[in-house]
């Protein structure tokens, strides 16, 4: 019931955000969307900790900022790549293991890759995860390391050893 609750409330905030703040039918409407899609998830039975994971924002926050940060400088990277008179692309494909101890750090950590400029996450393996990288500067493997451990501790609140 609670995780219900919490995610009718973060619908609904997010809804009013993008929206407007005093469109009486855009509120409206935002409502029975956030009726709709709570019905929908009820009936499928997947509100659980894991599709509502409002205990974790403590350590999801600090783990956002550090991602901002990373596609701030990504977008950097890339605007230098595409500038230059010469043009120095040459993509890749890398294949990037993955030590997450969820799926839903899988998700993250998959969804994160994607999110940076440069770089996308192909294909999903049970152990890896296929990346497509713009350059091979985006390819380093500390990088993705970091990632998927940080993503690991925001999801799951634990160290992981890279």
């Given amino acids: 019931m609670i995780y219900g609750t919490g995610l009718a409330v973060i619908l609904a905030v997010i ?13 409206s409407l935002g409502a029975a969307s956030v009726v709709v899609t709570l019905l929908l998830a009820i009936r499928m039975r997947i509100i659980d900790r894991e599709t509502a994971p409002f205990f974790r924002l403590p350590t999801l926050i600090p783990f956002y900022t550090w991602l901002g940060g990373e596609i701030a400088k990504s977008n950097v990277a890339v605007l230098k790549a595409a500038l230059k008179p010469e043009i120095d692309v040459t993509p890749r494909l890398v294949r990037v293991p993955v030590k ?3 799926d839903l750090s899988r998700c993250i950590f998959a969804n994160s890759i994607t999110l940076t400029p440069g770089t996308v996450t192909v294909e999903v393996e049970k152990d890896a995860f296929l ?3 713009l350059t091979p500067d985006f390819t380093g493997a500390d990088g993705f390391a970091e990632m998927n451990a940080r993503a690991d501790r925001a999801t799951d609140g634990r160290r992981q050893s890279s």
């Fill in 100 to 102: 997450a101890q969820s």
């Fill in 15 to 27: 809804w009013w955000v993008l929206s407007g703040y005093d469109k009486t039918l855009l509120l």
């Fill in 131 to 133: 990346v497509h990288a």
